[in-house]
């Protein structure tokens, strides 16, 4: 393919010296382009790839005087391999490694107690958030915040008892040979990026830039003064905050150009996808390609379902396996294997080791605390999905899943479905519209707006057809696009 004029125009900047930021929509060839780049350059290259299998696919693509690798790779070689050992160790469970630190007791915060067991999970997710932060020390911030324990001052509190734990087990994950905490990948991503190291190149080129955790950005910003800084992504793929990531594209210092020639879809979804940029406060517009057919209706037989949440995954799934179809999960069932776990565990009168239930005592405190408390809203279709079906028909399905490759269906997030594609595409229900009015609301508002988190959310599950898009979930969109005067209703491009 000849390149497009933005393709042309970002390697003319890039031979010219700039530091760039490359905006690329959906589709719009992103890893063609970043390849133009390095092919049309004798300079050495280093490619940061936000998997393994994507830095694969690049060093096929790539020249070899660019080397093609994620950062924990790169961490690895300089000072990850020092920690083989302890990488290979057996498991061990955070409530022994905690007691061996000197977290032995349990703890009342406020009118909750709180077991050794829930505060050496926490105290090991406060080194995991350290970790992907760009911060130099453990503090109080790092400590996540559990339900129940939502108050500030409650979770100060905790915050206070905690980070002192959290401090040794980071001392103990120093030591090369052993320790009384189990080892991880980014553990020694976070010990590598805390040496402010030097990445010897001439040019890093930075993909999916728009979810960088704190500690990739600071790593990559730390090579401007000797090498050329590229980063490419799209700024309304950003959906992923909710767990430390960063969108570092919109204030990077250096050109801003951007990719809107879609090859993967047609003007009409094209104009569905814009439909979702205007929502999100996006200034990115998307031009689909005349020859490719791309239509939105009804969906049949669709290749996948994308949804809203975990829990209407897991509907869809026992929906479609019920009607006898294979089913795939993307992603695996692994999350809401253990989640029903949890949910067995407190119906049958244990309490659960799932970071999100563990504070509670029993199934019907659960439901309580998702039918009327705030903060537990989010909860409420788990608790249906349990109530409706039981938590062992929940293990029973996903033990029934089946490898993609065999599946007649693809059941997915739109989270886990971010860079991927299929020809005929379903949005499931769960996308619901933002709710009217809170309860006390005494003049409910006439048309909410829509968040930017989740039009963007959206704009990522519309945009991985390439012929058939059945909207479902997300045809709501037409009567408040309408009633706010933004762009038309599906096909009217």
Known sequence: MNPTDEQTCAADTFHGGSHLALQAGAG?????????????????????????????????????????????????????????????????????????????????????????????????????????????????????????????????????????????????????????????????????????????TDFVLLDEAQDTNPVVEQIFLAQREHAQLVMVGDSAQAIYQWRGAKDIMSGFDG?????????????????????????????????????????LGPALRPDAVLCRTNVGAMSQVMQYMAAGMRVALVGGGQGLQTLAVAARDLKEGRRPHHPELLLFTSWGELQNYAAYDPSGRDLQPFVDLVDSHGPEAILAAVARLVPEETAQLAVSTAHKAKGREWATVKIAGDFEP??????????????????????????????????????????WIDQKAQAQGHLPSQGDA
């Open 28 to 200: 719009t060839g992103k890893t063609t382009t970043l390849a133009l780049l390095a092919h049309g350059t004798k300079r050495r290259g280093r490619y940061l790839a936000y998997n393994r299998a994507i830095a694969a696919d690049a060093r096929a693509r790539f020249p070899a005087t660019v080397t093609c690798k994620t950062a924990h790779a790169l961490a690895y070689a300089a000072v990850g391999h020092r920690y083989t050992q302890r990488l290979n160790a057996p498991r061990r469970p955070a409530w022994q490694s905690a007691y061996a630190l000197g977290l032995t007791d349990r703890l009342c915060v406020g009118d909750r107690e709180i077991s050794q067991r829930t505060l050496a999970n926490t105290a090991l997710r406060t080194v995991a958030r350290f970790c992907h932060s760009a911060d130099r020390a453990i503090a109080a911030h790092h400590v996540p915040r559990l339900r129940g324990l939502d108050d500030p001052d409650l979770h100060a509190e905790l915050a206070d008892h905690l980070v002192p734990f959290a401090r040794k087990a980071w001392m103990d994950l120093q030591h090369f040979d052993d320790g009384a905490v189990r080892f991880d990948h980014d553990h020694y991503l976070k010990i590598w990026a805390l040496t402010r190291p030097r990445i010897e």
């Open 255 to 295: 050109t801003q150009l951007s990719l809107t020639q879609s090859f993967r879809f047609g003007p009409h979804l094209a104009s569905e996808a814009n439909r979702w940029l205007d929502l999100a406060g996006a200034p990115l517009r998307l031009s689909g390609t005349d020859t490719i057919h791309t239509e």
């Open 434 to 475: 933002p709710s009217s009015a809170d309860e006390g609301d005494a003049v409910p508002p006439a048309s909410p707006p829509i968040s930017d988190s989740e039009a963007r959310l959206a704009y990522v599950a519309v945009t991985r057809t390439r012929t058939l898009l059945d909207l479902g979930g997300l045809s």
